[in-house]
């Protein structure tokens, strides 16, 4: 039995005790309230309970966070979450990254959330406490079986980040170093993941993941209402929840949008990645509820499209949870995490709080009240009710597609993903966005029951005139002749006016609660900078040297790279551009590229893309950008040497390459561009005596012309000849290119010759492939999402302080 020296026990000890208190806390919160509401509570006995276990609830969550927190500041190897997730050259500012990289810190965090909006909403919710904090403390329940790390019947409950000391996994348990009883000293960890090394990674996590959280809050009162049987009077005390959800966690998503612009090198901002679809389709289908909400408050219809879309808000909340952390997806997106062998508990955890939801649901349908008559069809409140319609569909085909790796697993089918996911989705997406646009637009100007038809086009006539004239004059400038994309930008720009008319048509005092229109302006605005920004974006980074980019890499094309050469003068758009040289900082690796003049050739600007270094998981480029209030101009390394080079040696070359070619073919190098002009016959008596040769043998001279990256030509000669049986050969060497040509067969049959081009090891001249684009517009895009959420706060705001007037 080795005695192990310097491990930090204790911290796993404390870590496991706050995990275990906080299950056994929300346990007792969810029996005590569920009882509490089935039995009745007129001393508040059993609340009282419930209310104290959920304080050591939030006081154990906390301090879940904060023992791991200690755990990765003091680099606490000796646990594997620990060395999985960081090491000790991790800069602090990006302990929190690590923090929930993994699973297990990711469902902590998710726990954490849970506790305070569950803390807040013990206090606000009232008269419906007993059954909504019921049916939220049962998520927390469920949720902690996900880190409580036990063995019940040889089965694993969970994964435990402070139990699974590095020596007890089993991919570690036998390895020699292990051994050792002071391997704390030797060891380091494994290091984050360099994707992960930026400050969006930092906020974007826990905002979507308080997203996350409240969505339970509209379900749990949905759920409660359903319980009790109290159809309408959940509808009020729910709404600035489902509103807050909105804001936050579309807040959220758009935060991983200017992650992966910032940080990935795809080329924008959305991608379709299945992780981000999963936290998009809840997101739609919130919208559209919180948007019922609304119809039911003011008119006292659409009850039952309520419950089902904040029901399904939450269960496509854990179905995304099951995709990212079941491994299903592991193939297909960036963010997934590998399996932990706990998606039977994932299923579980989503399909329990669906058959309670839908369940109950489908039990209630017959009492909960109907409209009596039709809405009328040209009022707000049908109108609301097709686009949240629209919403769900769009939802639906988002998790279709999605979810294509998990048919495959249920039906055994073999099915492909889509080959481009972007044309895939937006081809799909392209006529929801423009449905919902024109809705946005003109339920401006319906009233709830019935509107005047003649009042209603006379006022939307304006806006469509003026949203016509600015989509003529848009697409014509940019060029846009796709009638799709056009009609979305007529959609969106005539919704744009009817908005802006609506917020300065209103009082001021109704201005104050104008929200809604600042967040549909908000909307607006993403849905137009997404359109314009990526159907417009222009890659310029179109080679323009001689060389063949493809003879390198097939996936290097011509059209869309760019190969620069060490102080080099390139032509690229409407600037010249050069490659000044690369400067190591740290681990990351930058490429100084300066943006000249064509004119003048002054310089004007210098980006700095960078390849950060990373040994475990592999180099990730990242992209610099130079913005402008009118365009970004976007640019990533698609290839450099991240070493620096050495002198070449004189008599060092590389592996030839061999090229059978015709007269008048091109040869394509990794340094040059060879032109094999012609073959004569030598009969020089002189080289040929040299040579030994006689007069039956054959003595011929290739001609060729090099041309280099900077497309100055070069000429070489090499000679092949026989003597005999035996075969003789003159390379060239040109000490300019670092290069020896070298003719060595020659095939009668074909017409056609053999050459062998060797390049010194080391060469001198250094080059990068870098591709670079041009997003116009894209600050329309980030305008908008900043108005969504500012708009959102202030009609949740509003609601509030108009709520506690009337109470």
């Known amino acids: 039995m080795i005695e192990y020296v310097g491990e930090r026990l204790w911290a796993g000890y404390l870590g496991n005790t706050f995990v275990i208190l906080a299950f056994v806390a929300a346990l007792l919160a969810t029996v005590s309230y569920a009882l509490g509401a089935i ?317 309670i939801g839908f369940g109950l649901l489908i039990y209630r349908l017959k009492d909960i009240p109907k409209k009596k008559e039709e809405d009328a069809l040209w009022s707000r409140e049908f109108w609301m009710f097709v686009g949240a319609l629209i919403l769900l569909l769009a939802g639906f085909q988002i998790t279709f597609s999605t979810s294509i790796p998990v048919w495959n697993k249920l039906f055994g089918t073999e099915m492909a993903p889509p080959a481009d996911p972007i044309e895939h989705y937006n081809s799909f997406q392209l006529p929801f966005a423009i449905v919902i646009a024109f809705v946005i637009g003109f339920t401006q100007y319906l009233n709830y029951r019935k509107t005047n038809f003649r009042n209603f086009i006379s006022k939307v006539l304006r806006d469509v005139i003026i949203g016509l004239a600015f989509t003529i004059a848009i697409g014509l400038g940019m060029g846009m002749k796709d009638p799709l994309l056009l009609l979305l930008l007529f959609a969106t720009l005539f919704a744009l006016a009817a908005n802006v008319d609506y917020l300065f048509r209103s009082t001021r005092v109704q201005r104050v609660k104008s929200g809604s229109a600042i967040a549909h302006i908000g909307f607006l605005l993403v ?160 080289l040929r005596d040299s040579l030994e040769l006689h007069n039956h043998d054959l003595l011929v001279k290739a001609e060729l012309t090099a041309f280099d990256f900077d497309t100055k030509s070069h000429k070489l000669e090499t000679y092949f000849g026989t003597r005999g049986s035996k075969i003789v050969t003159i390379p060239d060497v040109d000490d300019n290119l670092y290069v020896k040509v070298e003719l060595f067969n020659i095939d009668p049959d074909e017409e056609q010759m053999e050459f062998r081009i060797f390049e010194k090891k080391n060469k001198i001249k250094e080059f990068i492939i870098m591709q670079a684009m041009i997003f116009p517009y894209i600050n329309i895009l980030w305008i908008g999402a900043i108005l969504m959420v500012i708009g959102t706060v202030i009609a949740i705001v509003s609601r509030l302080v108009k709520k506690r007037k009337s109470s």
């Open 39 to 355: 039995k009745g509570d007129k001393n508040h006995s059993w609340r009282k309970i419930a209310r104290s276990a959920f304080f050591v609830h939030t006081f154990s969550a906390i301090g879940i966070v904060v023992t791991l927190l200690i755990m990765l500041a003091n680099n606490m190897f000796e646990y594997h979450y620990i060395w999985q997730h960081s090491n000790s050259d991790m800069q602090m500012r990006y302990i929190f990254s690590a923090f929930w990289e993994g699973q297990e810190g990711s469902t902590i965090l998710w726990v954490f959330w849970h506790s305070i909006v569950g803390l807040i909403l013990l206090y606000t919710s009232k008269k419906w406490e007993y059954r909504v904090m019921a049916v939220f403390s049962s998520a927390q329940v469920m949720l902690l079986t996900m880190i409580l790390g036990v063995f019940i019947f040889e089965k694993q409950f969970g994964s435990n980040p402070f139990t699974m000391l590095l020596r007890h996994h089993p991919d570690f348990a036998n390895l020699p170093f292990l051994q050792n009883p002071n391997y704390i000293q030797t060891i380091d960890g494994s290091g984050l993941n360099p994707l992960l090394k930026n400050y969006w990674m930092t906020i974007h996590p826990p905002t979507l993941f308080l997203g996350f959280a409240l969505t339970l809050v509209p379900f749990s009162y949905a759920v409660a209402a359903l319980w009790k049987g109290s159809y309408k009077k959940w509808v009020k005390p729910t709404i600035p929840w489902a509103y807050a959800g909105v804001a936050v966690l579309g807040l959220g998503i758009l935060m991983g949008g200017a992650w992966a612009y910032e940080s990935l090198s795809f080329g924008g901002f959305w991608a379709w990645d299945p992780v981000e679809n999963a936290s998009l389709v809840p997101w739609l289908t919130l919208v559209g509820g919180a948007h019922l909400l609304l119809i039911q408050r003011n008119k006292g219809a659409s009850l039952v499209w309520s419950f089902l879309l904040l029901i399904l808000t939450f269960f496509m909340i854990l179905y995304s949870t099951f995709l990212t952390k079941s491994g299903v997806l592991g193939d297909t997106s960036v963010h997934a995490f590998t399996d932990l062998g706990l998606s039977g508990q994932l299923v579980f955890y989503f399909a329990f709080y669906g058959i």
């Open 527 to 686: 849905l137009m900078g997404a359109l314009i920004s990526n159907g417009n974006k222009e890659i310029i980074s179109e080679n323009t040297s001689q060389y063949d980019l493809t003879s390198l890499d097939t996936n290097y094309s011509n059209k869309e790279n760019i190969l620069l050469m060490l102080d080099d003068t390139m032509e690229m758009a409407q600037y010249n551009v050069v490659f000044r040289g690369k400067e190591k900082e740290g681990i990351h690796v930058h490429y100084n590229v300066d943006y000249l003049d064509k004119e003048t050739n002054e310089k004007k600007f210098t980006l700095r893309p960078f390849v950060q270094l990373n040994e475990r998981m592999g180099n990730v480029a990242e992209p610099s950008t130079r913005h402008y209030w009118n365009k970004d101009i976007f640019t990533y390394i698609k290839y450099a040497e991240l070493e620096d080079r050495k002198e070449p040696q004189s008599d060092s070359y590389e592996e030839p390459q061999e090229f059978k070619v015709s007269i008048g073919d091109t040869i394509y190098a990794n340094s040059a561009i060879f032109v094999f002009d012609t073959l004569k016959v030598v009969q020089n008596k002189e």
